[in-house]
C-alpha cells in the first residue's frame, strides 16, 4: 500500500492544530467551574450533614503512584462523551494497544505483539473479576460480540506489564479488568436508542434499584442490527466471482444482563448472542455465498465474596461458570479445478464450559507489610472441537483441569520506598507446572514522584485450538506444543506537576520464548509450532492534562521495535508507532460536550511479507446532556476524515489487507426515568 | 520510512510546549469528598461557637479559617467564597510549611517558625489536616503554641482531643462525626452551644 504523503501531511497540520488547541485551550474557553454534579453541602444543616454518606473507592485502595505497574483508568463518563461503542473502541484509545478487525472478529495487540495466526489475545480481560476468554481458543471478544453493553461499565482499568505472579495465565502484557455499574447508579430505568450508518439500529433498556436493606439490583437488555455494506475486494474481481462485489456483512447480537449485590455477596450474569455474516471468503470459502456466517453465544456466571474480618484482615472468594458455543458455516467448494461445483456448507463448532473457584486472603500484620495470598482451580467440563459437512474432519473433546496459588508482599522499606514482590505457581494437566516471580521497587520521590523498576514472569499454555485443532488438509496437529514464557524489565518515571498534569514516561524491554506461530507449508497446510522467540524493546510518553474549566486529554505515544530471534525480522502486524490522543471540551457548563480522539498507527508489515501504510483515524461525539429533562442526545462520527486504511489479512484469508469502515455516523438518544 | 520517523519528534514537541502552557485546573480524586463533607461541617459549626469579645469592629472584619497540612482542603471550600457566616465575610488560607515534618529536628530551631505561628494565630479557626497517613507531627506544639488564644483548632486524627485540640473529626460507618474538647475550648475562650454539644459523639471536659 503506497501512503498518499499529501494525506498524511495533512492529516498532521490537523493533528498539530488540535495539539495547540489543547494547550491553548485555558484561553479559548472562559468558562468557570466543573462539569461535574455537586450537591450543595454548604446549603445543609448540621443534622443533614451527618446523615451524608462519604464516598470511596474500592477496599483496597492504592494511590495510583504506588501500584507496581503503569495503570490507565477509562470511566463511564469517558466511555459516554467519546462516544465509545465496543470494548474494542475504548482500548484501541488506550497507549500502547492497537486493534484489530477482520469483519469478522476484532483482536488486541499490545506491545507489538497482537496474533496474527490465531484468536488467542495476551491480554488479560476480566469482568468484575472474573476472566472471560474462551478455553478452547483463549479469545476474548472485543465488538459487538462482547458479553457486555459498554453503557453498563463503570470503569475500566488497564494495568500493563506481565501479571502473572498474580493472575496466572495469559496475563503477559496486562490486565484488563472491567467493572459495572450498580443498580444504584440509576434512578430506576434507562431507555436507549441508537441509529447509524448502514442501517444500524441499536436499543437498550436498563432497570437499577437500591432497595432499604441494601439489595442492589442492575438488569438490563440490549440489541443491536446492522446491514453492514456492500463491499468489494480486488482479489475475487473476476466474472466467476461476481466481479469482487459482496453484499454480506450484516450483523446483529443481543446482550442480557443482571448484576445483584447485598452485603458482602455479589452475583454478576452476563449473556450475549451473536451472529455475524463474512464477506471475506476466509478460510478458502466460496465468495458471495449467503450462507456465510459465525454465530456466538457466551454466558458468564459470577459469584464474588468480600470479607474484613477486621482492617487488618480480608478475604475474598470467586466462582465463576462460563459457557461459549461457536457456531460457523463456511460454504466450501470442494470439486476440483475444471470440474463442476461441489459446494456444501462446512459446519465449524466449539462447546466450551468450565467452572472456577478462587480464594484470596490480604493481611496487613504490620505498617509496613501488606500480604496478598490465595488459590485458583478451573476444571474444563467441556472443550469441544467439530468440524464437519459429509465428512467428519475434527470431533475432539477435552476435560483438562489446571489450578495455581500465588502469595505477594507489598513491604514498604522507608516511607517513600516500597518493594512489590510475588510468585505463582501453577500446575496444568496439559503441560505440566510453571513458577512466575514479579517484583517491583517503587521510589516514591515525593508525593507527586514515583520511580517504579519491575521485572516480571509469565506465561501462556497453548490453547487447546492449538494443539488439537487439527484436520486433514487443513491444520495439523501440535499436542507437544509448549507454553510461550516471557520475561520483562520495565522502568516506568511518573509525575504530577501542579495539580493539573500528569506525565509519565516508560521504556521497556521483553523477550518471549517459545513464542506460538502458525506456519503454512507449501500446500497450505498450517501447524502451530514454538519458535525460538520474539524480542521486543520499546518506549511509552503520556500527557494527561485538566484545566478549570473542565476540559480534559491525554496523549500517548508509543514506539516498539520487534525483532524474530532467528530471522531477525519483524513479527507481523506489529507496529512500531501508535500514537493515542484524547480531548473532551465542555462547551457548554453541564449541557454540551465535545469529545475528539484521533488514533495514529504506524506502518506494519503484513501476514504474507508486505506492507501496511500507517494511517490516522479521528472520532468526534457531541453530548447534549438534559436536552429536555432527563434526555442526552449524542451525535457522533466517526473515521472524521474518511480515511481508508485496511488491517492485514491472516493466513487464512485471500486479502492481504481488509479494508475498514469510512466515515460513519450514530445518533443516539438515552432517557432516563 | 522518514516520514513517519518525523512524525514521533512532531509530537514530543508538542507535548512539551503543552506542558508549558500555564494553566490552573482542578483534582478530581474521590477522597476529596470526604474534605468537602467536613469543609460544609465546619462552615456550620461556626454559627454554633461564640468567639470571645466581638465588638462592633469585628463585625466588619472577615472571619478567617486557616488550614495547615493539605492544600487539597482549602479548596474544598471554594463553594463558600461568597457566602457570608454571621454576617461577615470567609477568607480560607493555606498555610504552607506544616505538611511533612520532620522527627529529628526541633521545629522552634527554624526560623520560620515564630513567623508561621503569628500567621496562625490571626485565624478564628484552624483545621490540621492529614496529609494522605501522615498526621502533621508537629500538631501538638503548634497546639500548645496557640493554647490561650481564641483559636478554634479542628483535626481529623484520632488523638487530636486528647493534644489539646477542640474538635476532632472521625468516620463512622462511611460518615462523618465529631467529638469535642470542652476543657480546650474553655481554654481558649471559646463558648460552644448546647446543640452543637448534643450532636457531637464524645465531649470531653
Given at each position: 500500500?503506497?501512503?498518499n504523503?499529501y494525506?498524511m501531511?495533512?492529516k498532521?497540520t490537523i ?21 461535574n454534579?455537586k450537591?450543595?453541602l454548604?446549603?445543609m444543616?448540621l ?7 462519604v464516598?470511596t473507592a ?5 494511590n ?6 503503569s495503570?490507565t483508568?477509562?470511566t463511564?463518563?469517558d466511555?459516554?462523551?467519546?462516544g465509545?461503542?465496543t ?8 497507549r500502547?494497544?492497537?486493534l484489530?478487525?477482520?469483519?469478522n ?13 490465531d484468536?488467542?489475545n ?26 457486555l453493553?459498554v ?5 475500566v482499568e488497564?494495568?500493563?506489564?506481565p501479571?502473572?505472579s498474580?493472575?496466572?495465565?495469559d ?9 459495572t ?8 430505568a434507562?431507555?436507549?436508542?441508537k441509529?447509524?450508518?448502514y442501517q444500524?439500529y441499536?436499543?437498550?433498556?436498563t432497570?437499577?434499584n437500591?432497595?432499604q ?8 437488555a440490549?440489541?443491536y442490527?446492522?446491514?453492514?455494506q ?9 466474472p ?8 454480506h ?5 443481543r446482550n442480557l444482563f443482571?448484576k445483584?449485590?447485598?452485603g ?5 450474569t452476563?449473556?450475549?448472542t451473536r451472529?455475524?455474516?463474512?464477506p471475506t471468503?476466509?478460510?478458502?470459502q466460496?465468495?458471495?455465498d449467503?450462507?456465510s456466517q459465525?454465530?456466538d453465544?457466551?454466558t ?9 474480618f ?6 475474598m ?8 458455543d461457536?457456531d ?12 463442476p ?7 465449524d463448532m466449539?462447546?466450551?464450559q468450565?467452572?472456577?473457584?478462587e480464594?484470596?486472603?490480604?493481611a496487613?500484620?504490620?505498617e509496613r ?27 475432539d473433546?477435552r ?10 508482599d507489598?513491604y514498604?522499606?522507608?516511607d517513600n520506598?516500597?518493594?512489590?514482590a510475588?510468585v505463582?505457581?501453577?500446575?496444568y ?5 510453571a513458577?512466575n516471580?514479579r517484583i517491583?521497587?517503587i ?6 514522584t ?5 521485572y ?6 497453548p490453547?487447546?485450538?492449538?494443539r ?8 495439523e496437529m501440535s499436542?507437544?506444543?509448549k507454553?510461550e514464557?516471557i520475561?520483562?524489565?520495565?522502568v516506568?518515571?511518573?509525575?504530577e ?5 500528569k506525565v ?13 506461530t502458525?506456519e503454512?507449508?507449501d ?18 510518553f503520556e ?7 473542565g476540559?480534559?486529554g491525554r496523549?500517548?505515544?508509543t ?12 513479527l507481523?502486524n ?32 503484513t ?11 479521528t472520532?468526534?461525539?457531541v ?5 429536555i429533562k432527563n434526555?442526552e442526545?449524542?451525535f457522533?462520527?466517526?473515521n472524521?476524515f474518511d480515511?481508508k486504511?485496511g488491517?492485514s ?5 485471500v486479502?492481504?489487507s ?15 426515568f | 520510512m ?5 512524525n ?5 514537541i508538542i507535548?512539551l510546549?503543552a ?9 478530581d480524586?474521590?477522597?476529596?469528598k470526604?474534605?468537602?463533607i467536613?469543609a460544609?461541617?465546619?462552615y456550620?459549626i ?5 468567639w ?17 497540612g493539605?492544600?487539597q ?5 471554594t463553594?463558600i467564597k ?15 510549611g506544616f ?7 526541633n521545629p522552634k530551631?527554624?526560623?520560620d ?6 500567621e ?6 484552624l483545621?490540621f489536616c ?10 501538638a506544639?503548634v497546639?500548645?503554641?496557640?493554647s490561650?488564644?481564641p483559636?478554634?483548632?479542628a ?6 482531643l ?19 474538647n470542652?476543657?480546650?475550648a474553655?481554654?481558649s475562650?471559646?463558648k460552644?452551644?448546647?446543640?452543637l454539644l ?8
Open positions: 500500500m503506497i501512503i504523503k494525506l501531511t495533512s498532521l493533528m498539530v492544530l488540535l495539539l495547540l488547541l489543547w494547550g491553548a485551550g485555558p484561553k479559548v474557553f472562559a468558562q468557570q467551574q466543573d462539569p454534579h450537591e450543595d454548604f446549603a444543616s443534622e443533614e450533614l451527618m446523615d451524608v454518606e464516598y474500592s477496599k483496597h485502595k492504592q495510583i503512584h504506588q501500584a507496581p505497574a495503570v483508568i477509562i463511564a463518563d466511555i459516554r462523551l467519546y465509545y461503542r470494548l474494542a473502541d475504548i482500548l484501541q484509545s488506550v500502547g494497544f492497537y484489530f478487525n477482520d469483519r472478529y476484532t483482536y488486541l495487540g499490545a506491545r507489538g505483539v497482537g496474533p496474527a495466526t484468536y488467542y495476551r491480554v488479560l480481560v476480566l469482568i468484575d473479576g472474573h476472566r472471560i476468554s474462551d478455553n478452547i481458543g483463549g479469545q476474548t471478544m472485543f465488538g459487538n460480540d462482547f458479553l453493553d453503557d453498563l461499565i463503570q470503569r488497564i494495568v500493563r506489564g501479571a502473572a498474580l493472575y496466572g495465565a496475563a503477559m502484557f496486562g490486565v484488563v479488568n472491567i467493572i455499574k450498580h443498580g444504584k447508579d440509576y434512578k430506576t434507562e431507555v436507549a436508542g441509529i447509524a450508518s444500524t441499536k436499543e437498550r433498556l432497570y437499577g437500591v432497595f436493606n441494601g439489595l442492589d439490583i442492575l438488569v438490563s440490549s440489541n442490527d446492522s446491514d453492514g456492500q463491499l468489494y475486494y480486488r482479489e475475487f474481481d473476476d466467476a466471482t461476481h466481479n469482487g462485489k459482496v453484499d456483512d450484516g450483523e446483529n447480537s443482571a445483584i449485590t447485598l458482602d455477596w455479589s452475583v454478576t452476563a449473556n450475549v451472529k455475524k455474516e463474512i471468503a476466509s478460510f478458502g466460496v465468495f458471495n449467503d450462507r459465525t454465530l453465544r457466551k458468564l456466571v459470577g459469584l464474588t465474596y468480600n470479607h474484613e477486621s482492617d487488618k484482615l480480608s478475604v472468594g470467586k466462582a465463576t461458570y462460563n459457557q461459549y461457536y460457523g458455516r463456511y460454504p466450501t467448494d470442494y470439486a476440483n479445478p475444471g470440474d461445483p461441489d459446494i456444501q456448507v462446512n459446519k466449539w462447546a466450551g468450565w467452572w472456577q473457584g480464594l484470596m486472603f490480604t496487613q500484620p504490620s507489610h501488606k500480604l496478598t495470598w490465595g488459590g485458583e482451580f478451573r476444571y474444563n467440563t467441556d472443550e469441544h472441537q467439530k468440524n464437519w459437512d459429509s465428512d467428519v474432519y475434527l470431533d473433546n476435560h483438562p483441569r489446571n489450578w495455581g496459588v500465588y502469595a505477594q507489598e514498604r522499606i522507608y520506598l516500597t518493594v512489590n510475588g505463582r505457581y501453577d500446575e494437566q496439559t503441560v505440566g507446572s513458577i516471580p517491583g521497587l521510589y516514591n520521590y515525593s508525593s507527586k514515583a520511580l517504579k523498576l519491575l516480571g514472569q509469565a506465561f501462556r499454555a490453547t487447546t485450538f492449538e488439537y485443532g487439527a484436520m486433514e488438509g487443513y491444520q499436542a507437544d506444543l507454553p514464557t520475561k520483562t524489565y520495565e516506568v518515571l511518573e509525575q506537576l501542579g495539580k493539573d498534569l509519565t514516561v516508560a521504556g521497556f524491554y521483553y523477550r518471549l520464548e517459545d513464542f506460538i502458525k503454512i507449508d500446500e497450505g497446510v498450517g501447524i502451530f509450532q514454538n519458535e525460538a522467540g520474539v524480542n521486543g524493546k520499546g518506549a511509552e500527557m494527561e492534562k485538566r484545566w478549570q474549566n476540559i480534559r496523549a500517548g505515544y514506539c516498539v521495535q520487534t525483532e524474530l530471534l532467528d530471522t531477525h525480522e519483524r507481523s506489529s507496529p512500531k508507532h501508535l500514537a493515542k490522543f484524547n480531548l473532551i471540551v465542555p462547551v457548554l457548563k453541564d449541557k454540551l460536550f465535545a469529545g475528539i480522539e484521533t488514533q495514529y498507527t504506524g506502518e506494519t508489515k501476514y504474507n511479507g508486505g506492507y501496511i501504510g500507517g494511517f490516522g483515524v472520532n468526534l461525539t453530548t447534549y446532556q438534559d436536552l434526555l442526545v449524542a457522533g462520527l466517526y472524521l480515511k486504511y488491517y489479512g491472516s493466513g487464512d484469508h486479502q492481504e481488509i479494508e475498514q469502515d469510512g466515515r460513519t455516523f450514530a445518533v443516539k438518544l438515552t432517557y432516563r | 522518514n516520514n513517519r520517523i518525523k514521533p519528534a512532531v509530537f514530543l507535548f510546549w506542558a508549558v502552557a500555564p494553566a490552573k485546573a482542578e483534582d480524586s474521590t477522597a476529596h470526604e474534605h468537602q467536613k460544609a461541617f465546619l456550620n461556626i454559627n454554633f461557637v461564640e470571645p469579645e466581638e465588638t462592633k469592629e469585628d463585625a466588619d472584619k472577615p472571619i478567617i479559617i486557616g488550614v495547615i493539605n492544600e482542603f482549602s479548596q474544598a471550600f463553594a461568597d457566602k457570608q457566616i454571621k454576617n461577615r465575610k470567609v477568607i480560607v488560607k493555606y498555610i504552607a505538611e511533612e515534618a520532620n522527627d529529628k529536628s530551631d527554624n526560623p517558625w515564630k513567623r508561621k505561628i503569628a496562625l494565630k490571626k485565624c478564628h479557626l483545621m492529614s496529609h494522605d497517613t501522615k498526621e502533621i507531627k508537629n500538631a506544639e497546639i500548645k503554641e496557640l490561650g488564644s483559636i478554634l483548632t483535626g481529623e486524627t484520632s488523638g487530636f486528647e493534644k489539646g485540640g477542640i474538635i476532632n473529626f472521625l468516620l463512622e460507618d462511611k460518615k462523618v462525626r465529631f467529638e469535642i470542652l476543657a480546650s474553655k481554654r475562650q471559646l460552644i452551644s448546647v446543640k448534643k450532636l457531637a459523639k464524645r465531649v470531653i471536659e
